[in-house]
């Protein structure tokens, strides 16, 4: 069984800064720790894409137009992962969403979402 609830998302002027977070649930707990999560969006009229992956030993992947920007983070205490957003721009206007896989299959959440204009 696997719950990803997303939050942090809002409206941002270009330039500024959010951070997002997922709460996960997960049976065991324990498998948080253990598995990859990940960030993707999807922009109006576009497909989703990824965005950044933290691994189990926490190495970080980013997609090249948010490396720099964002960095993507996970606490395993709590089952969460993170992604700090800096200097967003109009283009990373998006929902945002974590993703878990696990057995083959992907799992979401609802997704929060991400708005960048003036």
């Known amino acids: 069984q696997v719950q990803l609830v997303e939050s942090g998302g809002g409206l941002v002027q270009p330039g500024g800064s959010l951070r997002l977070s997922c709460a996960a649930s997960?049976?065991?707990?324990?498998?948080?720790?253990?598995?990859?999560m990940a960030w993707y969006r999807q922009a109006p009229g576009k497909e989703r894409e990824w965005v950044a992956t933290?691994?189990?030993?926490?190495?970080?992947l980013y997609a090249d137009s948010v490396k720099d920007r964002f960095t993507i983070s996970r606490d395993n205490a709590y089952n969460r992962v993170s992604l700090q957003m800096n200097s967003l721009k109009p283009e990373d206007t998006a929902v945002y969403y974590c993703?878990?896989?696990?057995?083959?299959?992907?799992?979401w959440g609802k997704g929060t979402l991400v708005t960048v204009s003036s």
């Open positions: 993703n878990f896989k696990r057995g083959g299959m992907d799992y």
């Open positions: 933290i691994t189990n030993i926490y190495r970080r």
């Open positions: 997960l049976e065991p707990p324990s498998v948080f720790s253990n598995n990859n």
